[in-house]
């Protein structure tokens, strides 16, 4: 009797094209979630009968309680190889082993610069105007070159964001709590001084940081409130570094001139969510690592982590 592995949240039904699969054939079936199941109930009906799970990134949650409910599954893959929804104890207790894959080849560097620039000159309005006829040019759109570009985090993906804002011809400053003067000069970008510093003279902001105890709920209401009202937002990071309600209320009295997101606090977002009409506020649905190469890494060595647990040496595991 072959294994079932079930590949969850394929929305663009992307995963069977994404790599081959055909090594698995004879001993594997593989199922195909296209909808995304957020009830733990549904969640363990649904997978009841799979001994193999496949989840990208942190958008279905593996704890105790769901785990101690699929008897069968023996093999947990999910993209990337850090996860924080997934109970390692849990799953240990259960048998169940655990493995990742390649972190994002791509990381959302493009997407920053396209939600920043899309923000900056009106993009997805003045499209709109255009294809329903109406004025020729509608907005004024703000500059990038001799402009502050601020960054809250200086890592891999910060610093080649602060790369392309140079290019820009923007003045780059970056912070974290662990940043020193010798990373910011090898980027070459400034050290501000502090987050205040850095969040009330920039005139666009992108987090760039890993969510941890110290970056929760790093930009709330107070600093939220030092931002120029002719300053943009943009996270591509994770959703809860920004209190997601002060930012709504900021975007609502105008008291900021727009954000950028594509990381929320609840995934997919739900319909009817505040965040799908807010003012000022450009969204997509966490498309950050959604491209061909990404995929083309995760889901060929998500067949490589099913083929080394069939001859029983798992590879890439985690927790």
């Known amino acids: 009797m072959r294994l079932r592995c079930a590949v969850l949240d394929d929305f663009q039904n992307a995963a069977l094209d994404s790599a081959d699969w055909s090594s698995l054939e004879d001993r594997v079936e593989v199922v195909i979630f296209r909808e995304h199941i957020a009830d733990e109930d549904e969640l363990a009906a649904r997978l009841a009968d799979f001994d193999i799970v496949v989840t990208l990134r942190e958008r279905v949650l593996f704890p105790a309680t769901l785990l101690d409910r699929l008897p069968r599954l023996k093999l947990l893959i999910a993209s990337g190889m850090r996860n924080s929804v997934i109970d390692y104890a849990a799953a240990e207790h259960n048998g169940v082993t655990v493995c990742g894959t390649a972190s994002s080849s791509t990381p959302p560097v493009e997407l920053t610069w396209a939600l920043l620039l899309g923000l900056a000159r009106n993009l997805v309005t003045e499209n709109n105007v255009l294809r329903a006829g109406g004025p020729w040019q509608s907005t004024v759109g703000a500059d990038l070159c001799g402009r502050r570009l601020g960054l809250l985090g200086l890592g891999k993906i910060g610093s080649r964001v ?158």
């Open 162 to 319: 602060a790369q392309v804002g140079l290019a820009f011809g923007m003045q780059v400053s970056a912070w974290s709590q662990n940043l020193i003067k010798e990373r910011a000069d090898e980027v070459g970008v400034e050290l501000a001084a502090s987050k205040e510093e850095l969040l009330a003279g920039s005139d666009f902001v992108s987090i760039h940081l890993k969510l941890s105890d110290r970056t929760r709920g790093l930009v709330g209401v107070a600093e939220l409130a030092l931002l120029k009202p002719t300053a943009y937002l943009i996270n591509t990071s994770r959703a809860a570094i920004v209190d997601q309600d002060a930012l709504l209320d900021a975007l609502r009295a105008g008291r900021i001139a727009g954000a950028g997101l594509d990381v929320f606090d609840t995934e997919p977002l739900p319909t009817g969510h505040p965040l799908r009409s807010a003012p000022r506020l450009l969204a997509t649905p966490h498309l950050g690592y959604v491209s061909q190469a990404n995929y083309a890494t995760y889901y060929s060595h998500a067949v490589e982590d099913i083929q080394a647990f069939l001859v029983g040496e798992p590879v890439r595991r985690l927790g």
